[in-house]
């Protein structure tokens, strides 16, 4: 099996900066792996709340995720700053495909990557609908354009 090289910065679209906590730390020293699933879900989230296209607590229509992975390229410790960018990749009706980079400040090549599906259901019934109107114009902005 060959395996991919890391991605660069330049690869993704939009960036959220996170600090890696104390708690963020396994046994061996390093971020544990779940912790970079959170970080994915973070960023993109917070994306949405930061532009006014989710509410936590209101948003009739949420995006949950439906498929994810993670794939490691070298070790994050606390305490570091990091950038997790992330990018569309498929846009679908009621889905949309992240792919995500995660890296230590001042390195251009991601430490970690992977991605995640988002599926869009209506909060009362957990049922597929489209994508709000306002959620799909600003993830077009994030497709990779090749």
Request: net charge neutral; with cysteine.
């Amino acid at each position: 099996m060959t395996r991919q090289p890391p991605g660069c910065r330049a690869d993704y679209r939009a960036f959220d900066e996170i600090t890696t906590r104390w708690h963020d730390n396994d046994i061996y020293g390093h971020v544990n792996n779940v912790v970079y699933l959170a970080w994915f879900d973070s960023a993109v989230n917070g994306f949405l709340v930061r532009r006014g296209l989710l509410s936590l607590a209101e948003s009739p229509i949420i995006g949950i995720v439906a498929e994810n992975s993670c794939r490691y390229h070298a070790s994050i410790s606390f305490p570091e700053r990091i950038a997790v960018g992330f990018r569309v990749a498929h846009l679908g009706t009621s889905a949309v495909r992240y792919e995500i980079g995660v890296f230590r400040a001042g390195d251009d090549r991601a430490a970690a990557e992977g991605h995640f599906v988002h599926v869009y259901v209506d909060r009362a019934t957990m049922r597929p609908v489209a994508m709000p109107a306002a959620v799909r114009a600003a993830l077009t902005d994030l497709i990779i354009k090749t």
